[in-house]
């Protein structure tokens, strides 16, 4: 049987190559002129973002400002700031990328830009009386002591208290040093000159009227369908929150069944999304800002649930992945349903996936997930292109060499062993397999091997790659 399915495989890998051009320029008239350039959970890395732009046909640099070309749309998938040492200009770029493009350039909200909502609650002299909040820990006392453990003999202060909040609940115990040393550069001082006090007021006037962090968040939404239904979000959609409208009295689920109704449910999530950080908004100028407040919700939902590490519901914080961060396909129900609603594709981040997006193709419905968190990986930012030809990436692995993915057929399937083929190496035409595992009590660690394809479809489960050409 096996054998059988090797020459079904060769005679569609053979076939699709010879007719691919055909069908292409056939659907071509059908298609609407459209370009996305899709960016994602930079990080603060500044580096990788310059690198990203650098790369990129499409935006430029001009007069010290970021600029976008005619007739393309660039969408940021979120996460902007922590683990780097460029926080401060990503988020003034942004914000005036943002100002001067505000149709051409789209920001979806990640978990690292919403909990930054906490910040001015949680520094301010009320709070500073009771044990500091930490996930999981509802106990006062226990929190205390928690906190004490961690302080090790340093003064309760507001710098301290925020550079826990930063490293405990917010995994981001290097983002105090990492504005300390941006801002000594951006002052051109020397570092020693940086105290502990000014960076904290740094953070505080990020939420000032006009504050870079607070016209992040305003600028930010929770989902975003392009022209050719490709849907965008930070973490994850999928069967637990398909039409699943959070933050209303009477929070419900009701699957979008066609293009209309898909388009509805984004824009009332989108809607309850911005009316909590009105809400914020409002208690912060009013200098009443309450952990009870209803824009609580909105930090909850970017938050993993009880002591899971999950929250399958939260389109920020939800995976596609397994529990050891290895990418994999939500189940058929969702396929079948996002099929139905006129949904080509998710794009999301929040999951690393090595040095390199990934691409995970349903065999029966052709629905893809790209995922495009590469936090983990160098300064090289892959480019990734939406358009009227489909999703192109194209980028480069150390111990790989250059890589393509287009339409291949191939791109998306799972193997036998559980990798995912990613793309092409560009000068052998290889195709490259990635897998993503715990090594070393180190989770999202990625793993490459380059095939051929003859190779390949022997490591395909029977008739899968046939079913890819279908």
């Not at 076939?15 to 691919?20: G, I, K, N, Q």
């Not at 001009?62 to 926080?87: C, V």
């Not at 009013?286 to 919700?297: A, I, Q, T």
Request: contains cysteine; negative net charge; hydrophobic residues 35%.
């Amino acid at each position: 049987m096996i054998k059988f399915n090797l020459v079904i495989c060769f005679l569609f890998f053979t076939f699709s190559h010879l007719s691919s051009s055909q069908s292409l320029y056939e659907n071509l008239a059908n298609q609407i002129n459209m370009k996305y350039e899709v960016l994602g959970d930079i990080e603060g890395n500044l580096e990788r973002f310059l690198n990203y732009i650098n790369k990129s046909e499409n935006l430029y640099f001009e007069d010290g400002n970021l600029h976008i070309q005619e007739g393309t749309t660039l969408i940021f998938i979120g996460d902007s700031i922590d683990k780097g040492p460029g926080s401060i200009r990503i988020l003034d770029t942004l914000n005036s990328l943002k100002k001067r493009y505000p149709n051409q350039y789209i920001q979806i909200a990640g978990n690292r830009d919403i909990n930054k909502m906490r910040i001015p609650n949680e520094l301010s002299d009320t709070a500073m009386e009771k044990a500091p909040r930490i996930l999981g820990v509802n106990d006062e006392q226990e929190r205390w002591l928690l906190y004490q453990e961690w302080l090790n003999g340093r003064v309760d202060n507001k710098p301290n208290r925020l550079k826990h909040i930063l490293e405990k609940t917010m995994g981001a115990g290097k983002a105090f040093e990492n504005r300390k040393h941006e801002m000594a550069l951006l002052k051109e001082i020397d570092l020693n000159s940086i105290t502990d006090q000014m960076v904290l007021d740094s953070f505080l006037d990020d939420f000032k009227i006009n504050g870079r962090m607070r016209t992040y968040i305003k600028n930010s939404q929770m989902l975003y369908l392009t022209n050719d239904n490709t849907l965008a979000a930070h973490g994850f959609v999928g069967e637990e929150n398909f039409g699943y409208i959070p933050f209303s009295k009477n929070e419900r689920k009701k699957i979008p069944q066609n293009i209309n109704e898909l388009k509805t449910w984004i824009e009332q999530v989108n809607q309850n999304t911005h009316r909590l950080i009105k809400s914020w908004e409002t208690e912060l100028d009013n200098g009443n800002l309450k952990s009870d407040s209803e824009w609580m919700d909105l930090v909850r939902f970017q938050e993993p649930t009880g002591h899971t590490g999950k929250n399958p519901r939260s389109f920020i914080y939800g995976r596609y992945s397994d529990k050891n961060g290895n990418p994999q396909l939500p189940r058929e129900e969702f396929l079948k349903n996002a099929k139905q609603a006129g949904l080509k594709r998710t794009i999301v981040g929040h999951t690393p996936t090595g040095d390199y997006p990934v691409i995970l193709k349903d065999q029966k419905t052709g629905f893809q997930i790209a995922l495009v968190d590469t936090s983990f990986s160098k300064d090289e930012a892959a480019q990734i292109i939406i358009n009227d030809k489909g999703i192109k990436i194209k980028g480069s692995i150390d111990a790989i060499g250059e890589i393509i993915t287009t339409g291949d057929p191939f791109i998306g399937l799972k193997t036998i062993d559980d990798s995912h083929v990613i793309g092409k190496e560009v000068n052998t035409g290889e195709y490259i397999l990635h897998k993503v595992s715990t090594i070393n009590d180190r989770p999202f660690t990625s793993s490459y091997e380059k095939v051929d394809s003859e190779k390949l479809i022997s490591m395909l489960n029977e008739l899968s790659c046939a079913q890819a050409f279908l």
